[in-house]
Each structure stands twice: as C-alpha cells, then as structure tokens.
C-alpha cells in the first residue's frame, strides 16, 4: 500500500512519524528475540566471546578489530522495507568513540552499509565499497541516545529515500542506495562488550490481496447455514473490517451503506418459504468477501442453538459455542448473581521507563481495554482511573490501592489491568510488578506480587478481577475451584503469560494477549460473560497463535469465596 509516490497512504505519510506506516502494512521477514538460538547464529568465533541468555545476544570482542554478526535474509524483492535493531553497551575498554549498530545489505565481498552509534552519543552512516569506506552521513551528536540502556536504530526504505531513526526520532533522510546483497546484523567495535534484544527485518507491503472481514450479528448463522423465523420482518445487521478501508457493501446484489466504525444494519421482508442472503463485502482494492446463509420464514419454528459471532476470512475459528460461552466442564454455575454494586476500572500502563527496555504497546493496551468497557459494557467512565507511564510509580500505585481500600464497598466491583514490565527472582521464587522509575535489577525498588495479593484481599469489593500483561505474571497464582456461585465473593487473576517472557507486540498495534482479549469482549452477544469463560477462550487463542501460556483462575488466601466476575453487557 506504500509502495509508490501514486498512493494516498505514501502522500499522507510524515517521514518524522516512527509509527507513521502502520504495522498491518509491514511482513515481517526476520524476527529474532533471542529468547534461544533456533536461527542457528556462529557460535565459534575465535576472537569474540558470545552467548544467548536471558533473551538477549551477548557479544564481547576480545582484540581491538570489530566484528559482524549477519543473517542471510531475503527481501524477496521488496521496494520498501524497515531494519531494525535493539542494542546497548555493557562495557567499552577500548576508545570512548567506537561504534557498534547495524549493518545491512551486506554481500559475500564485505561490501556492505553500516548505520553505528557512540557512547558519546554519536552516530555515523556510511558504506563499504571494494574497500573503501564512503561517509553517507558524517559523525552526529544525537541528544536521545543512552549511554548504557538500550538504543533502537531503525533504517527505513519508501518510495526512493532511506529514512533513519534513533529511538523513534528521525536524524537523517536520504536517497536510498541499492542494497549489495541479503546479509542484515549488527558489528560489536573492538575491545566492546554489548548485549542485542532483537533484529528486525520487514517488508513494507505495497499491495492489499485480501478481502473485508465480516463478522454477522444478527442472524447468527454461519456460512451455508439455514435459520427459522417466525416473523416475516427481520434485521440483518453485523460488521465489516478491511485494513484498506471498505468500499462496499452488497445484500443480494443491493447496495447499501455501513458507518464509519464499518457497522451494517438492513431490514427485509421475508416473502418466500427459505430467502437465500448473499453479503458480498468490498474493499478500495476490489477484493470481495462472501458470506451466504439462508433465512426460512416459518411462524412456528423448531428452537436452534445459537453461536457467537460469525467471522469470514480469520484465523481464528471457535471450535464450539460451549467453550466460548460455557467455561470448562469443572466451572458449573449454581445460580446468576442478584446484587449490584458499581464497575470499577484500575488501568496501569507504562511505555516509557526510566530505566528498563521502552515498551510499544502496554498504554495503547489500557486504553483499547478501557474504551471496550465503556461503551460496550457497565463501567462508567467516571469510575476509571488511569496510571499511565510517569504516573506509574511505586508510590502512586500502592496509594491507589490504598484510596481505593478507602471508598469502595462490598457492592462494588473492581477490575485491575496491568501492562509493563514484570521481573522473576529465581532465587527467592517471587514474582514483581516494576513501576516506570525502578531502577534496573533493584528489587527494592518492585512491587511484589505478596503486595499485590494483600491489597486485594483487603479492598472490600464483591468481586476483583486481576488481568497482568507482563513478563513472569503467571508466578501469582493457586488452583480454579470446581463450583462457582456468581453471588459469592470473588478474587481472580488473569495473565498473559506463566513464568515466562511474553511479547509486547508490533509498535502501534496491541500486545497479542490484549489483541485476543480486546476481540472476545467485542464480539461477544451475549448479555453476560463471565470471567472464566473469557479466560478459557482467550487463553485458547493466545497459545493456539503464540509461544505464550497464559494462566487464569482463583486466587488463594486473599479472600475468594466460589464467586467470579461478570462482564454485562450495555
């Protein structure tokens, strides 16, 4: 869709927006994390000590020659393209003024481009060419460049010009050279110990081949499905989403309009004994999604069961309605809740830290989750209090909880979600939070997860629901119990992950927890839904479509009594 001066999205990009091209429009190529070595990187060398741990590549150049680490990566091709690599220095015994960062392009000769940062918060670009090296852009001082913590660099190729950032800031712009060949890394300067969190390679997609998607409401039948009605006037109504934008809309050949969030409703008449309906969805670049199903007009009909929202052209299906709306066998409910208190809604979210990696996505998360709850289900937005990165202190979340000890009552209903970072100490077994201006691997700076417990079990709420995207959040919890009573107090915990790293997503979309959990509660007809049902299908999706095992259940000892949350619908 940016692939060339004649489409709307390459005129309407600003170059100084780092999120500028949105990640739908980007295939990633190459992605390693490092959290093991499946891409099968050299080990050997006889001049540099390395290793992988702790999901980062450590490099230790023993002589004062650098050295590069590379991948064979196909672009297939591609006009457009982004590289990306995350590194920071652990220690310099050589000058002050070597330089490590990426390398790209490079080919079987060595000639290759280099993009290289200081840690006297330089940065120098330049190519190698039969053995000369040609300056592209002269040393720079960068004010936003870190000295120790890590430092992103990220080249980027639209249209004729390559672009280049240093942690999300544009510092320099210009005509963008042939590559000379398939080799992407990084180069360690000599005498210098880094560590490397990730590379990155991606195409920027010129072209969209697939068609809307198109989720049906009301009927909710399925593709080649038939459903009984006993009134003649009935409503189709659903949704329609297309990366690209929808064009349009066809029932039965008849064109109709949908809103701008992409939503459809169309009354008809049913005339005939079965009417067969055919939505064909279109979007700009003319790809077409079908979705046909068939409507009998029957005044008494025989009861069907029915299914949540239908959705055309994903990759995930629901394999069955029980698992999405029923729980697991053990959850049984005795009888629906009759008491009413007030939704409250705890969202904390930090991207920018002090100290730690920057997260992308963790305040984009919180406010995906808050806008979801408000206007699709009972929490007002006065009721919703947010701690989003500077915010997001030690201090400022364990007086939230304190205040929120203070005012709400036994009626009330608090759901707590937390995006950022979380540390494990093997050692002692224990599980943290890590507020936006912890300092790196200091403990008493965290917040542990026996602090978190103790809050919850003393704030006076009907029910509170925990939800944890973070690293290593699964160490807070017990074993489900089998029968569960909505009128019963409740203390539940829901977590992205065990003990374990979990992804932070690609910049500008959500995490793929929050991806997964933002649908369910979106898509969801159902008057209510209850806790354990949304952990059952979100845990589901999030382990079918990644390396993830997300963990939900009761929690011991902070007061739960056989009860869980419930989600009502507006």
Same mark, same amino acid.
């Given at each position: ?6 489409? $709307? ?10 999120? =500028? ?45 650098? @050295? ?13 393209? &982004?590289? /990306? ?26 000639? #290759?481009?280099?993009? %290289? ?11 190698f060419d039969k053995g000369r090296t040609q300056e592209l852009l002269p040393i720079k001082y960068v004010k936003n460049l870190s000295r120790y913590s890590f430092n992103t660099l990220m080249v980027r190729k639209v249209g004729d010009k390559w672009f280049f950032f240093v942690n999300e800031e544009l510092i320099a712009e210009m005509d963008a050279k042939p590559l000379f060949g398939n080799d992407f890394g990084f180069t360690i300067g000599g005498n210098m110990e880094v560590e490397v969190d990730y590379l990155r390679v991606s195409e920027i997609e010129t072209q969209d081949h697939n068609g809307p998607t198109i989720t049906l409401v009301e009927p909710q039948l399925r593709d080649g499905e038939t ?26 050949? $008849? ?9 459809? !409703? ?14 064909? !969805? ?13 409507? &009998?007009?029957?005044?008494? +009909?025989?009861?069907?069961?029915? %299914? ?10 629901? $394999? ?6 029923? =729980?697991? #066998? ?5 009888? +629906? ?6 939704? @409250?809604?705890?969202?904390? =979210?930090?991207?920018? @830290? ?23 289900? $009972?929490?007002? *937005? ?8 500077? #915010? !997001?202190?030690? *201090?400022?979340?364990? &007086? ?5 000890? /203070? ?16 540390? @494990? ?34 704030? /006076? ?35 992205? =992950? ?13 995490? +793929? %927890? ?35 095992? +997300? ?15 419930? %989600?009502?619908?507006?």
């Amino acid at each position: 869709m940016l692939g060339s001066y004649t489409t $709307q999205a390459y005129r309407t990009w600003n170059p100084e927006d780092y999120y =500028g091209i949105p990640a739908r429009d980007k295939q990633v190529i190459f992605f390693d994390e490092f959290d093991d070595n499946r891409y099968n990187w050299d080990m050997g060398a006889l001049y540099l000590r390395e290793k992988i741990q702790d999901g980062e590549f450590h490099c230790e150049t023993l002589t004062t020659h650098p @050295y590069t680490k590379r991948r064979n990566i196909n672009l297939k091709g591609a006009d457009n393209y &982004e590289i /990306e690599v995350r590194i920071r220095f652990v220690s310099i015994k050589g000058s002050k003024m070597s330089m490590t960062g990426l390398t790209f392009g490079r080919d079987l000769r060595g000639n #290759e481009y280099n993009f %290289f940062f200081s840690s006297e918060k330089s940065v120098r670009i330049s190519k190698f060419d039969k053995g000369r090296t040609q300056e592209l852009l002269p040393i720079k001082y960068v004010k936003n460049l870190s000295r120790y913590s890590f430092n992103t660099l990220m080249v980027r190729k639209v249209g004729d010009k390559w672009f280049f950032f240093v942690n999300e800031e544009l510092i320099a712009e210009m005509d963008a050279k042939p590559l000379f060949g398939n080799d992407f890394g990084f180069t360690i300067g000599g005498n210098m110990e880094v560590e490397v969190d990730y590379l990155r390679v991606s195409e920027i997609e010129t072209q969209d081949h697939n068609g809307p998607t198109i989720t049906l409401v009301e009927p909710q039948l399925r593709d080649g499905e038939t459903g009984q009605f006993a009134q003649a006037r009935q409503i189709i109504r659903g949704r329609i989403h297309d990366v690209s934008g929808v064009s349009g809309i066809l029932i039965n050949n $008849q064109s109709f309009t949908v809103n701008e969030d992409g939503v459809f !409703a169309v009354s008809l008449t049913l005339r005939d004994q079965i009417t067969p309906i055919t939505i064909e !969805a279109i979007d700009r670049y003319d790809n077409s999604t079908f979705h046909k199903f068939f409507m &009998e007009y029957e005044p008494n +009909p025989q009861p069907r069961p029915s %299914f949540p929202p239908v959705a055309s052209n994903e990759k995930e299906t629901y $394999q069955n309605q029980s698992s999405y709306y029923g =729980g697991t #066998e053990n959850n049984v409910v005795q009888k +629906p809740s009759t008491t009413k208190g007030k939704n @409250y809604l705890l969202l904390i =979210g930090v991207n920018d @830290y002090s100290n730690w990696n920057r997260l992308h996505n963790a305040v984009k998360d919180c406010k995906d989750i808050s806008y979801i709850l408000t206007h699709y289900y $009972q929490f007002e *937005e006065e009721n919703v209090i947010t701690l989003f990165d500077q #915010e !997001a202190t030690r *201090e400022n979340i364990l &007086e939230t909880f304190e205040s929120l000890q /203070e005012t709400l009552t036994d009626n009330d209903n608090l759901l707590i979600y937390y995006a950022g970072h979380g540390y @494990y100490d093997d050692r002692a077994s224990l599980g943290y939070w890590v507020p936006v201006n912890a300092r790196l691997n200091k403990i008493p700076d965290f917040i542990r997860n026996s602090t978190i417990h103790d809050y919850l079990r003393t704030i /006076e709420t009907k029910h509170t629901l925990l939800i944890a995207d973070a690293c290593y959040a699964g160490s807070l919890f017990s074993n489900t119990r089998s029968v569960l009573n909505e009128d019963n107090r409740s203390r539940w915990a829901f977590t992205s =992950g065990d003990i374990e790293k979990v992804w932070d997503g690609q910049p500008g979309q959500n995490s +793929p %927890f929050a991806r997964y959990l933002i649908r369910i509660l979106r898509n969801n007809t159902q008057s209510t839904l209850r806790a354990d049902q949304l952990i059952h299908v979100v845990g589901e999706l999030v382990q079918r479509n990644t390396a993830q095992t +997300p963990k939900g259940s009761a929690l011991k000892n902070v007061g739960d009594l056989g009860g869980v949350f419930t %989600f009502e619908r507006r």
